[in-house]
């Protein structure tokens, strides 16, 4: 049962920083490409960054430059490194990533449980 397990979100100042992290659990599989999504309320989920097995990455326009996404493959981990802070980034983050059972021999998409990030003073 592949699982995908986020921490380190919460409540920080205008500026502030957290750094995001999610772990995928589980075995039998590979790991492809991964991301971090968010959700305002009242809003639809957007990628936020991406990145591949190989390490290429791609951002939405109003998080370049202040915000990092990077992986471990051997720890089978994703990180978001969020800088400079904004209230208009207070939302739930997701994590995803593209899997491929090795059991089932079927290839999809997992979704962590969310966490929290506000932004306020």
């Known amino acids: 049962q592949v699982q995908l397990v986020e921490s380190g979100g919460g409540l920080v100042q205008p500026g502030g920083s957290l750094r995001l992290s999610c772990e995928v659990s589980g075995s039998s599989f590979n790991l492809y490409g991964m991301g971090w999504y968010r959700q305002a309320p009242g809003k639809q989920r957007e990628l936020v960054a991406g990145i591949t097995v190989a390490g290429s990455t791609n951002y939405a326009d109003s998080v370049k430059g202040r915000f990092t996404i990077s992986r471990d493959n051997a720890k089978k981990t994703v990180f978001l490194q969020m800088s400079s802070l904004k209230p208009e980034d207070t939302a739930v983050y997701y994590c995803?990533?593209?899997?491929?059972?090795?059991?089932?021999?079927?290839?999809?998409?997992?979704w962590g449980q969310g966490t929290q990030v506000t932004v306020s003073s």
């Open positions: 995803n990533a593209d899997i491929f059972s090795r059991t089932t021999l079927r290839r999809a998409n997992y």
